[in-house]
């Protein structure tokens, strides 16, 4: 049909209509009936004209209108002959408008399409890159098979092209190409391994996606571009940063290990894992090998954490799937912060982050438990959130934490939400059965529920206390004679049918009401639900063997009612039952065991999570979100029990390992001035680096050099200090590209030689794969240099500069060094630093009191921490020399903030050696469990025999007793050791006026208060000795009271910030009532104990 005869038929018009075009029409309609009609027929004649006209500037007003009113969603295919005219126009401006309207409709209209497809192909070789990608767009948009040829053509020059806006366009074209015709996919993984290879952040998402698409099982296409994709990631657009991690997650789950191997000992910082000769491989394959982290494995890691600070909620989700599903278990934690920040986001995204958080936190409640609060409901939450969160918060509850749980879902069950409200029932019943301290408070709880005017809460709660009864239905006759009466009142099937059950199961506990309940239920038995009637034909069957004489005759009433019901079901259990306990002459022996059938002791249901099976999908997927295998859906593979090779990852051949030769005895190359890039160094660094192929290695094996005699940098150090923020990210970016980039890159990255030094301290800390080198080996680099300086300039005074490097690298660790100056670039010290860094200083007691006074930001205004005034702390014993073979460990809690993180307690560890060999590389190794959160201290390189050195710990106890294991290492030994914290070790002393006191003092009554009358020597019940004794017990802070008689403390706990208030009132007789009032009922006990022990004993 031509376009005139379109327009002229009334539909035209119709079609000219919905278009609903925009311009004024040139003259007025032809009649008032037709009108409306006319003036659009008009409208789409101008637009028609306008494109037809020999004007530029009339054309592109046309294409601005119709492009318009696409993005409307209004209907312009009819324009498409017009438009289709002007793709070989010279404006370019009007060309890229007419792709646009190309690519919407050359699906739709295919066969003119094909008339213009010369003008395309012409169009792919213009010079400008926009139109060359737009008209690969649209050629690949007209979908039928003849031009596969000519697409693929296409494709393929458009991936050699120098624009990497036209290479990304290309990387589109081949998944809608594969999806028209599959048997292209060899030529088409050509393509993809070449796009693979592009070093630009543009394309790499595209060509990622496209591999996903046509071959996602070729990982061999991964292998070389691995190290390249984790390092342009940072700069890969969003969509490319999902597609991308999700990718790398699956190829990681193939050629690494796995990190949560039952006992497995981080083993990062031991060198040999990368510098080790072949002989000495084969010696240590006898002994059992700790696990070490793969360098690539590391790298993926460290370059994904940045992303969870992505302002796109997919980038941050993707990343935490990906560290749960590959980092080892003490690090997964990191991810918490990010996930609990998206729940700010909209309720689709809520939705979503909190079905992951429900799978994580069956796994690992520690992760989320400091976070508890950001899973209270709020009111304008929709329900299905509501449900997650309620989920969410029964997976976090323990002893804990109940009370708070409990007393949120009280007011959860009085929502106008139903649905919620008997969620919330669920939840409680969850926690009755998790928890059996609370089960009893639970079901008195659940049985005031029944008394509640809405049915649906009723109803559930029934449910619910029929669960919790069969765990122990000794104790609770009472509660089913309560049900009873209840019974007449309850309408809901389920609940009635509930009653039935417990009452048949439990007859002999109620003999009395039993067979009144079936009496009634034989009125009414027509006019039930069927789940009724059925409980109905049980609880007659039971009464029957159990009370025959009050019973038969109903039995045999309703037995004959259920014989003709029109449910078939209820017929069959009728006939059943009949055979099963009346004894006839066809029932046989059956008879005989109907008591031991229906009234066999039943298992009591385990009431589990919904969530509890769902983390046999990956996280984050369509999958795991709807519980159910979706298309396309690529299961993550087990871990491999031996790893693949690593040098397929290698980008290109370095020669063997048993070439290089151990930095310990090297001759130095002389230092000079070169560019950090230049030609010379890197050919030095062929020569004589490692084949491990990482290029982790290549760096941190340089570094190894550069800080092997700091004697001839020790002039320079103070230098680098400064620019070592700048080094640090350069190190990072050079320590996992290959060699070859390098050489490409070595103009633009301009580091001058003489920051090798921080660059060292950068690339060792990447090998321990301990966070995120940006941001935190910058700071030890820092600490580090600035601490060596001083030390060096001390020792080099005595001594001449070819001194040994172990000399030099332990005086500053050695306790005897006293004129040691406190600088400010010791303070970056106290960043949290990530575990296990190797940094030469290590803060003595005198400087932690020196920083008493700085304000801590974790802290919140409103606590006022103070110090103690308590003096003398004890000491325990951590590691014996026998037992440490020479090595000896004591601590103490200095009672001082912790400086690392506000909720942990700050502990000091004295090492010492009493043998008569130094000990090398101490440090602290694997922690139980696995998700304690510790700041350990950084790596002492080598304590000399009869030395000791006191390093700082930091450790978050949560607010518990339990012991903190770890095991403490040298070069050689692991020994385990555990700190046990005494409970007033777990406080921090508050400071508050004996008013503020009083008026805490009363919130804090009723379960939140614990007390105990105390008879005390006469001498001691002065109130200077009774405060002596309680701050030797507990961190807390005294308050001033205006009374004699009483002595008041106030403390926080370290992890929560709780409030804990000792109050004790001095009576007639030397007795003292000691009062404690905090939230936490299990450390008041504690407390209560440790407090009353110190007094009398004084």
């Known amino acids: 049909m031509s376009t005139g005869a379109l327009y002229n038929d009334q539909g035209g018009a119709e079609a000219a209509v919905e278009a609903g075009q925009e311009s004024t029409p040139t003259s007025s309609g032809s009649g008032a009936a037709f009108g409306l009609f006319s003036a659009d027929f008009k409208k789409n004649e101008d637009l028609k004209e306008m494109l037809e006209s020999s004007k530029e500037s009339l054309k592109l007003e046309a294409m601005k209108r119709i492009v318009g009113l696409i993005a409307k969603g209004k209907n312009a295919s009819e324009l498409f002959p017009a438009v289709v005219k002007n793709v070989a126009s010279k404006n370019i401006e009007l060309k890229k408008l007419v792709y646009v309207y190309l690519v919407r409709y050359a699906e739709e209209q295919q066969d003119l399409a094909l008339l213009s497809i010369s003008t395309f192909q012409r169009a792919l070789k213009d ?33 050699a092209d120098l624009s990497p806006y036209v290479r990304k366009t290309s990387a589109h074209a081949i998944q809608k190409l594969y999806s028209l015709d599959a048997d292209q996919k060899e030529q088409l993984i050509e393509v993809i391994e070449k796009l693979l290879k592009d070093k630009s952040t543009l394309v790499a998402g595209s060509v990622v996606m496209a591999f996903e698409e046509v071959c996602p099982d070729r990982i061999d296409l991964i292998h070389k571009n691995y190290r390249k994709l984790c390092n342009l990631l940072v700069d890969v657009e969003e969509w490319g940063q999902v597609v991308i991690i999700s990718m790398l997650t699956r190829y990681a789950r193939t050629q690494f290990t796995s990190p949560w191997k039952e006992g497995a000992m981080f083993d990062e910082n031991n060198e040999k894992a990368f510098y080790e000769s072949d002989s000495e491989e084969k010696k240590g394959h006898t002994e059992e090998k700790p696990y070490i ?6 790298l993926l890691l460290r370059n994904t954490k940045p992303l969870l600070q992505s302002r796109n909620t997919a980038v941050v989700m993707s990343v935490a799937q990906l560290y749960w599903h590959l980092a080892p278990k003490h690090e997964v934690s990191i991810v918490t912060k990010s996930l609990v ?22 796994q690992r409640k520690g992760m989320f438990e400091p976070f508890m609060k950001s899973f209270y409901v709020r009111s304008t939450d929709a329900t299905h959130i509501k449900t997650l969160k309620l989920e969410i918060l029964t997976n976090l509850a323990n002893e804990a934490n109940i009370s708070t749980i409990l007393r949120e879902f009280q007011t959860y069950v009085k929502s106008q939400d139903k649905a919620f409200a008997a969620a919330t029932i669920q939840a409680i019943g969850r926690c009755a059965t998790n928890i059996s301290e609370v089960t009893d408070t639970c079901l008195n709880g659940l049985v005031l529920l029944l008394s509640n005017r809405d049915e649906t809460v009723v109803a559930e709660s029934v449910v619910v206390i029929k669960k919790l009864l069969q765990t122990q239905p000794t104790q609770h006759s009472e509660i089913i004679k309560h049900m009873a009466k209840l019974f007449d009142n309850i309408t809901v099937p389920m609940a009635r049918a509930s009653i039935l059950w417990l009452i048949g199961e439990y007859c002999e506990r109620v003999p009395k009401i039993a067979p009144d309940v079936l009496r009634k239920m034989a009125k009414s038995f027509t006019a039930e639900e069927d789940i ?28 004959n009612l259920g014989k003709y019901d029109q449910n078939y079901d209820i017929r069959d259990r009728t006939r059943f039952i009949r055979q099963l306990i009346v004894p006839s002459e066809k029932s046989g022996a059956l008879n005989k065991y109907a008591r031991r059938i229906l009234l066999a002791p039943k298992p009591a249901p385990v009431l589990e999570s919904s969530f509890k099976d769902r983390d046999r999908f990956q996280l984050g997927t369509l999958s795991h979100s709807l519980n159910s295998k979706a298309t396309g859906y690529q299961e993550l593979s087990d871990w491999p029990a031996v790893a693949p090779d690593q040098s397929v990852r290698n980008v290109e051949i370095i020669e063997a390992v048993k070439e290089w030769t151990p930095t310990v005895g090297k001759t130095k190359q002389p230092k000079s001035d070169d560019k950090f890039y230049s030609d010379d160094e890197d050919e030095k660094e062929e020569e004589g680096s490692d084949s491990s192929g990482s290029e982790d290695s290549s760096s941190s094996s340089s570094s190894e050099e550069s800080g092997s005699d700091s004697e001839e940098e020790s002039s320079e150090s103070e230098k680098t200090s400064s620019d070592s923020g700048k080094s640090s990210s350069g190190s990072e970016q050079s320590s996992s590209e290959s060699e070859l980039e390098q050489k490409k890159k070595k103009k633009t990255k301009k580091v001058p030689q003489k920051k090798s030094k921080p660059t060292a301290a950068d690339s060792e800390s990447d090998e321990n794969g301990n966070g995120p080198v940006a941001q935190e080996s910058s700071s030890s680099a820092e600490s580090s240099s600035g601490s060596e300086t001083d030390s060096e300039d001390d020792s080099d005074s005595d001594s001449p500069a070819p001194q040994k490097k172990t000399e030099t690298k332990t005086k500053p660790k050695v306790a005897v060094k006293s004129k040691k100056e406190v600088s ?7 960043s949290p630093a990530p575990t296990n860094t190797p940094q030469s200083s290590i803060f003595s007691p005198s400087l932690l009191s020196d920083l008493e006074g700085l304000s801590l930001s974790g802290v ?23 037992t440490g073979k020479g090595l000896a460990a ?7 903030p912790c400086l690392y993180q506000p909720s942990m307690v700050a502990v000091q560890v004295i090492l010492s050696n009493s043998s008569d060999h130094s000990l090398e590389e101490i440090h602290i190794g694997d922690r139980s469990p696995a998700s304690l959160n510790i700041h350990c201290f950084n790596t002492i390189e080598r304590l000399e025999p009869e030395a000791s050195v006191t390093v700082s710990m930091g450790i978050d106890f949560s607010d518990s007793t339990q012991a903190a294991n770890f095991q403490l290492c040298t070069k050689e030994d692991q020994f385990s050791v555990s700190i046990q914290p005494a409970v007033g070790e777990l406080l ?14 009363g919130k804090l009554q009723g379960m939140n208060e614990t007390s105990a009358t105390i008879t005390m020597e006469t001498v001691n019940a002065s109130s200077q000795a009774i405060s002596k004794q309680v701050l030797s017990v507990a961190n807390v802070g005294v308050v001033s009271s205006s009374q004699n008689n009483f002595s008041r403390f106030a403390g926080r706990t370290v992890s929560s910030g709780a409030l804990v208030l000792v109050s004790l009132e001095l009576k007639e007789s030397s007795t003292v009532l000691l009062t404690i009032n905090t939230e936490k009922t299990v450390m008041a006990s504690m407390l209560l104990r440790d407090v009353k022990q110190a007094l009398t004993q004084a």
């Open 127 to 159: 010079p400008n890159q926009f139109i060359r990608a737009s008209a690969l767009r649209v050629l690949s948009s007209i979908r039928v098979p003849i031009i596969v040829p000519i697409m693929m053509l296409a494709i393929k020059e458009a991936a």
């Open 293 to 298: 982290m793969d360098p690539d494995h590391r």
């Open 341 to 362: 920040r998206l729940l700010r986001s909209h309720r689709e995204v809520q939705y979503i982050v909190l079905q992951n958080i429900a799978t994580m936190s069956i």
């Open 532 to 559: 009724v009637k059925l409980q109905t034909v049980n609880l007659a069957a039971k009464l029957y063997l159990t009370n025959s004489k009050q019973t038969k005759l109903l039995t045999q009433y309703i037995l």
């Open 824 to 830: 400010l670039l010791d303070l970056d010290d106290f």
């Open 860 to 882: 919140s205004s409103t606590m006022q921490v103070t110090t103690s005034s308590f003096g003398p702390v004890k000491t325990y014993e951590l590691l014996h020399h026998m």
């Open 890 to 896: 004591k601590y103490h809690f200095p009672r001082q």
């Open 988 to 1001: 921090m002393p508050s400071s508050m006026t004996e008013q503020d006191f009083c008026k805490e003092q």
